[in-house]
């Protein structure tokens, strides 16, 4: 049963840098058929789609955030991280993980989600 | 990038009724690359249909998908009480991936 979980602070201040950590258990992040991604949901929003990263680690971002988020993965430590910098409120949201199937392109394992709140 | 608009907001009905939730599409998408989620209260969304009208593994046959170009619906021929929840669909034909604002399924 492949699971995914997030871990990070859960504030963090205005201008800083969010770093979240998702770990990887009961598949190898090493394994080529899949995209390793983030995604997050402000309060009351929709959901938005950050970043993924390939085993390989090339990267595809969204231009909307491209400029501030950098994703990377340790492939030793089976896990993929994410650093979104210079944040303000509205980055204030709960964040996902989720592994992208790559010849069809849909989330089939997710995270549980992790509130972050920017907010001094 | 291709903007997914769900309709309805809302849609209440009670169980056993008939649910036909839309997602409509500003760029054409292929059929493979528009999938569903459900989403209920604290946790985290999962996969109903891929491939606009492939059940994901372990999905009832009471969701079914259809659809194609810019139109997608997703069915579920008689609602359950544990299907009350808000119901997502996403496309990664074209980057960046997008989802539709989601559509919310109360209980009337």
């Known amino acids: 049963q492949v699971q995914l979980q997030e871990s990070g602070p859960g504030l963090v201040k205005p201008s800083e840098t969010l770093s979240l950590t998702c770990t990887v258990s009961?598949?190898?992040?090493?394994?080529?058929?899949?995209?390793w991604s983030w995604i997050r949901q402000p309060p009351g929003k929709g959901l938005e789609w950050i970043g993924y990263?390939?085993?390989?680690?090339?990267?595809n971002y969204n231009p909307s955030l491209k400029s501030r988020v950098t994703i990377s993965v340790d492939t030793s430590k089976n896990h993929f991280s994410l650093k979104l910098s210079s944040v303000t409120a509205a980055d204030t949201a709960v964040y996902y993980c989720?592994?992208?199937?790559?010849?069809?392109?849909?989330?089939?394992?997710w995270g549980q989600g992790t509130l972050v709140t920017v907010s001094s | 990038e291709n903007v997914l608009t769900q309709s309805p907001g809302t849609l209440s009905l009670t169980p056993g009724e008939r649910a036909t939730l839309s997602c409509r599409a500003s760029?054409?998408?292929?059929?493979?690359?528009l999938a569903w989620y459900q989403r209920r209260p604290g946790q985290a969304p999962r996969v109903l249909i891929c491939?606009?009208?492939s059940r994901a593994t372990g999905i009832p046959d009471r969701f079914s998908g259809g659809g194609s170009g810019t139109d997608f619906t997703l069915t579920i021929s008689r609602v359950e009480p544990e299907d009350f929840a808000v119901y997502y669909c996403?496309?990664?034909?074209?980057?960046?991936?997008?989802f539709g604002q989601g559509t919310r399924l109360e209980i009337k």
């Open positions: 989720a592994r992208l199937r790559r010849t069809s392109y849909y989330f089939d394992y």
């Open positions: 009961g598949d190898s992040v090493s394994s080529g058929g899949y995209h």
């Open positions: 990263i390939y085993y390989s680690g090339s990267t």
């Open positions: 760029q054409s998408i292929s059929s493979s690359y």
């Open positions: 491939g606009a009208s």
């Open positions: 996403q496309q990664y034909d074209s980057s960046p991936i997008t």
